[in-house]
C-alpha cells in the first residue's frame, strides 16, 4: 500500500514538473521570442511599410536593448514573488507588442520596444528563478532543458508568423498584431500554472552582504563578456551574408532555423550536464561560440557564415541555460539576485559590443578585428570560469 502510495505522489509530482516546465517554456517563448528578436525579422518589413532608416531601426533595437538593461537591474531587489513578476511581464508583452501595429508614431515605439525589453529581462530572471528551484523541489531538473528551449521556439515561432505574414502580402502593423495577440493567447493558457511554490519567498531577492564574492563577481564579468561576445556576430553576421547572398527569401528562412537549433541544443545540453558540471557547459559554450564566431574569417563565403551562425545559435541559449543553473548552484536562495546582476551585465555587454565595434571597423575596413575581439573575449571569460570560488547552498 506505501508503494502504491509513492507512486501516484511520484507521478503526480512529474505531472506538476511537467506543467511547470512547459509553462516556463511558453513564458520565455513569447519573453524573448516576441519582446525580444520579433523585432529582427520584422525590421525589413518596417523598413518597406514605412521607409523606416538604419539609424531608426538602430534606435528601436537600442531602446529594447535598454530596457533589457534597466529591467534586470530592478530585478536585483524587487521584493515580488516570482510568479507575479512573471506574469506581469508577460502581460506589458503582449500589449506593447500589439500597440507596435496599432501605432505609427515613432517615439511611442521607442516606448513600447523599451517597456517589451523591462518585462522581457523580468520574466527571464523570474522564470529562471521560479522554475529551477521548482524543478529541483520536485526532483526534475533534468527538464531544464525543456524550459530554456522556449527561447528557440519562441523565435521559431514569431520567424514563421512573419513568413506567414510576408506569404498573405500584409504588412509589418499586421506581423506585430498577430504576435501580440498570440502573445496575451499564451498568457492566459498559462497564468494558472503559473503559481507560487512551497518555497517561494519575495525576500529572497534582497542578497546576504556577501553576495559580491570574489566567485560572484567572477560569473558576473564572464556573463557580461557573452552578451558582448555574442552580440557582435549577432550584429554583424547578417551583413556579411547580406554581401554574399542577396536572396530575401534565404534571410527570410535564416531566423526560423536559427530559432529551431537554439531550442534543440539546450534540450542535448541537458542531457549532457547530467555527466558534466553547469560551469563546464558554459565553459564549452563560450569556446564554440568563439570558434563560430572566427570561422567565417577562415572559411570564405555563404558556407562559413552559415557555419557560423549554426555555432553561435546552438550556443547562446546553452550558455544561458547553463549561467542560471550555475548562478543557482553557488548562491542558492539568493541565486535571484546574482542571476539579475548577471542579467544586468549581458545587457550592458549586449549595448557595448555594437558601439565598440562601429568604432573599429571604420579604422580596419573589415569585419576580421571585430570579430576577433568578440572571440577573444569570450575565449578569456572561459578560462576566467576555470577558476572556482565557495559554493553557497
Known amino acids: 500500500m506505501q508503494h502504491a502510495t509513492s507512486d501516484i505522489?511520484?507521478?503526480?509530482?512529474?505531472?506538476?514538473?511537467?506543467?511547470s516546465a512547459l509553462a516556463a517554456l511558453a513564458a520565455l517563448a513569447v519573453a524573448m521570442g516576441v519582446g525580444r528578436f520579433a523585432f529582427t525579422p520584422i525590421l525589413p518589413m518596417m523598413q518597406e511599410d514605412f521607409a523606416l532608416s538604419v539609424s531608426e531601426g538602430g534606435w528601436l533595437a537600442?531602446?529594447?536593448?535598454?530596457?533589457?538593461?534597466?529591467?534586470?537591474?530592478?530585478?536585483?531587489?524587487?521584493?515580488?514573488?516570482p510568479t507575479a513578476a512573471i506574469r506581469a511581464g508577460l502581460l506589458v508583452i503582449g500589449l506593447s507588442t500589439a500597440a507596435m501595429g496599432l501605432e505609427q508614431r515613432f517615439l511611442l515605439w521607442v516606448v513600447l520596444r523599451a517597456a517589451a525589453g523591462i518585462a522581457s529581462a523580468w520574466v527571464l530572471i523570474f522564470v529562471s528563478a521560479w522554475t529551477l528551484e521548482r524543478l529541483a523541489l520536485l526532483g526534475r531538473s533534468d527538464l531544464s532543458g525543456t524550459v530554456y528551449?522556449?527561447?528557440?521556439?519562441?523565435?521559431l515561432a514569431a520567424g514563421g508568423a512573419c513568413l506567414a505574414v510576408m506569404a498573405l502580402h500584409a504588412g509589418s502593423a499586421d506581423a506585430w498584431l498577430a504576435l501580440g495577440v498570440?502573445?496575451?493567447?499564451?498568457?492566459?493558457?498559462?497564468?494558472?500554472?503559473?503559481?507560487?511554490?512551497?518555497?517561494?519567498?519575495?525576500?529572497?531577492?534582497?542578497?546576504?552582504?556577501?553576495?559580491?564574492?570574489l566567485d560572484f563577481r567572477r560569473l558576473v564579468l564572464c556573463y557580461g563578456a557573452f552578451g558582448f561576445g555574442y552580440i557582435i556576430p549577432a550584429t554583424f553576421l547578417p551583413a556579411m551574408a547580406k554581401k554574399i547572398v542577396e536572396d530575401p527569401l534565404l534571410f527570410g528562412w535564416a531566423w526560423p532555423v536559427f530559432g529551431a537549433a537554439a531550442a534543440v541544443s539546450t534540450i542535448f545540453a541537458a542531457r549532457l550536464k547530467q555527466a558534466v558540471s553547469h560551469r563546464a557547459v558554459w565553459i564549452g559554450g563560450h569556446l564554440v561560440m568563439a570558434l563560430g564566431i572566427v570561422v567565417p574569417l577562415v572559411v570564405p563565403g555563404l558556407s562559413g557564415i552559415m557555419t557560423a551562425a549554426l555555432l553561435v545559435g546552438g550556443t547562446f541559449m546553452v550558455v544561458t541555460m547553463a549561467g542560471m543553473e550555475e548562478a543557482r548552484r553557488v548562491a542558492g536562495p539568493h541565486a535571484r539576485a546574482l542571476m539579475a546582476a548577471m542579467t544586468s551585465a549581458f545587457a550592458l555587454g549586449q549595448i557595448l559590443g555594437p558601439v565598440i565595434v562601429s568604432l573599429l571597423i571604420p579604422a580596419a575596413g573589415g569585419f576580421a578585428p571585430a570579430l576577433?575581439?568578440?572571440?577573444?573575449?569570450?575565449?578569456?571569460?572561459?578560462?576566467?570560469?576555470l577558476h572556482k570560488g565557495a559554493v553557497h547552498e
Open 9 to 19: 505522489e511520484h507521478g503526480s509530482a512529474s505531472i506538476s514538473a511537467w506543467a
Open 62 to 81: 537600442t531602446a529594447n536593448y535598454l530596457g533589457y538593461l534597466v529591467g534586470s537591474l530592478s530585478a536585483i531587489g524587487m521584493r515580488i514573488r
Open 149 to 155: 528551449s522556449g527561447v528557440g521556439a519562441g523565435i
Open 182 to 213: 498570440l502573445s496575451i493567447a499564451v498568457t492566459a493558457a498559462i497564468w494558472p500554472l503559473v503559481k507560487a511554490g512551497p518555497s517561494s519567498n519575495a525576500a529572497a531577492a534582497i542578497a546576504p552582504p556577501d553576495l559580491w564574492s
Open 372 to 385: 576577433i575581439l568578440a572571440a577573444s573575449v569570450l575565449v578569456l571569460s572561459a578560462f576566467l570560469l
